[in-house]
């Protein structure tokens, strides 16, 4: 199996889009105390676990129309102790898609990472994952690599 490699500036722009589409609300963010699922956790609380999930699909609203940008997560995070600022554990993926419509003769482009979540935050109406880019596809750029 071959290892493809993404320029940094792909890296970056994956990174950032995963970050805004994330916390423009395309996916249904979740939290609550483990112990009383029915109840909002307060930040204040001063024990217990809180778990947070964030999972759904999303598009988003990209300038250029011809431009599909889709977002899919399934993130979760567990909170201990008091004040819950920073998980102290979170798991799950999310994938980041564009496609790029052909011009000027050139094939239409189609690029998508996959990333290993390594924090989940959460509080009402936003929620924040960011992660690790794992694997990498799709048609490239004459003259780049993938």
Request: charged letters at 20%; proline letters at 6%.
């Amino acid at each position: 199996m071959s290892r493809s490699r993404l320029p940094n500036r792909a890296i970056t722009f994956l990174a950032a889009t995963a970050v805004v589409a994330t916390t423009a609300g395309i996916a249904a963010a979740s939290t609550a105390p483990a112990s009383e699922p029915e109840k909002t956790a307060r930040a204040s609380a001063s024990s217990g676990t809180l778990i947070s999930s964030l999972k759904g699909w999303g598009r988003m609203d990209y300038p250029d129309a011809g431009q599909d940008i889709q977002v899919t997560v399934d993130a979760h995070a567990t909170f201990e102790g008091v004040g819950w600022t920073r998980p102290d554990k979170a798991w799950g993926t999310f994938r980041i898609y564009h496609r790029m419509p052909a011009a000027n003769g050139e094939p239409e482009l189609v690029n998508w990472g996959d990333f290993k979540v390594d924090c989940l935050t959460s509080g009402g109406p936003t929620a924040t994952v960011t992660g690790r880019l794992v694997r990498t596809g799709g048609t490239s750029v004459p003259g780049t690599t993938i």
